[in-house]
């Protein structure tokens, strides 16, 4: 047995294209955000390590051959984001389930079997396995098998769908076990994931701005929400009632004045004593942009300022845009090349000073 300083452990590459597959099967544990990183092939360390990090689990190997395990995480504030590989073939069993788990298989496949009689296999880049606090289940991964693993506490995937719903909700979530990576929403989902993942190989990284990583997972478990089946997917295609106008005023308010807020639809309904859904409508009725569109658009305008105070030369647009939550760099700057037709590294190198910003009006206008 080998432990593994953090930074010391990369699996192998594997691309995956289209269909769930643009993330590369590299190690969480390159940050100084990650837990641990393991290399093991004592089966009572590998249950030890496992168990601190995810869940109990009772683990056994299969045949012969040595147990082969390299394991590794990050715990961010709502999730905990990690990689798991077994060499050789291993059977898992966790009897209590308190979390909400992801199993995303990156090489070779794993046979789930639930406590209500459901069994799936989950293989690299056609399907991954979800599994639900409360119910026992058992895996069998194949030798070779890799996987991304992500723990959602129950607590956060309820609260955001309460947020979502705008309502509080009595029977905890019950996702379908399956979950296709093939459709696009799946697709757009695991952008995501690997965005996270990415981003906790940098000790630099987006994940060490507060708001660019509370914006990221916040995202993740909405978006798991929205893409996977469950019990109250009906409910979230329902109607809500209106809100006065007075809600987009206020919310508008609290945006400007502290933009660097880690604001979500839900805080600002919270704060405006509405509804997330009921506040969006609001916007649109009021012929204003989403709530999070017009956040968006203020906070580029914060990027603009200080890139063109900024020294290019101790300045980056990249730990600019991580500062105000940006976590895709791509998106960004086409974002802010539609506000301000110019790219932001542009801005970056102009060396003048931020024209002043109109104190009303949407937050891209400049006076």
């Avoid at 399956?178 to 929403?185: A, G, I, M, V, W």
């Avoid at 009906?234 to 004045?257: E, F, K, N, Q, W």
């Avoid at 030369?313 to 845009?321: E, F, I, L, N, Q």
Wanted: with cysteine; charged share 20%; glycine share 10%.
């Amino acid at each position: 047995m080998a432990r593994a300083e953090l930074g010391d452990q990369t699996a192998g590459a594997r691309d995956y294209e289209g269909g769930g597959k643009n993330m590369e099967q590299q190690a969480f544990g390159a940050s100084p955000l990650a837990c641990t990183s393991l290399h093991t092939n004592e089966v009572d360390e590998a249950r030890e390590v496992l168990g601190a990090l995810y869940e109990p689990f009772e683990i056994s190997s299969v045949g012969r051959g040595p147990l082969d395990l390299e394991a590794n995480s990050v715990q961010l504030a709502l999730l905990t984001a990690g990689f798991i590989r077994f060499g050789g073939g291993a059977n898992l069993r966790a009897t209590d389930v308190r979390s909400y788990h992801i199993s995303i298989p990156l090489e070779g496949h794993a046979m789930n079997s639930w406590a209500d009689g459901q069994q799936q296999l989950a293989e690299a880049s056609v399907s991954a396995a979800l599994f639900m606090p409360g119910m026992p289940t058992d895996v069998a991964w194949s030798a070779g098998c890799a996987q991304i693993a992500l723990m959602i506490p129950a607590h956060e995937v309820r609260l955001q769908l309460e947020t979502m719903l705008d309502r509080t909700i009595r029977a905890p979530v019950k996702f379908e076990h399956r979950l296709d990576l093939r459709p696009n929403s799946a697709n757009s989902w695991l952008g995501l994931v690997a965005i996270i993942r990415r981003e906790a190989s940098r000790r630099d990284g987006l994940l060490s701005h507060q708001l660019a990583a509370g914006n990221l997972q916040q995202l993740l478990i909405e978006g798991l929400l929205l893409a996977q089946p469950h019990n109250y997917t009906d409910a979230l295609v329902g109607g809500v009632c209106a809100a006065s106008p007075a809600v987009v005023t206020r919310a508008i308010d609290l945006m400007r004045t502290h933009p660097e807020a880690p604001w979500t639809a839900g805080k600002l309904a919270q704060h405006t004593g509405i509804g997330a859904r009921a506040l969006t409508k609001a916007f649109a009725r009021s012929g204003e942009q989403p709530p999070m569109t017009y956040l968006r658009e203020l906070r580029l305008q914060r990027v603009r300022g200080t890139l063109l105070d900024a020294d290019p030369r101790s300045v980056t647009v990249t730990a600019v845009a991580g500062r105000w939550g940006f976590v895709h760099l791509g998106r960004f700057a086409k974002q802010y090349h539609q506000v301000f037709g110019e790219h932001p590294s542009t801005t970056l190198g102009a060396g003048r000073f931020a024209s002043p910003t109109a104190e009303r009006g949407h937050p891209a206008e400049v006076a």
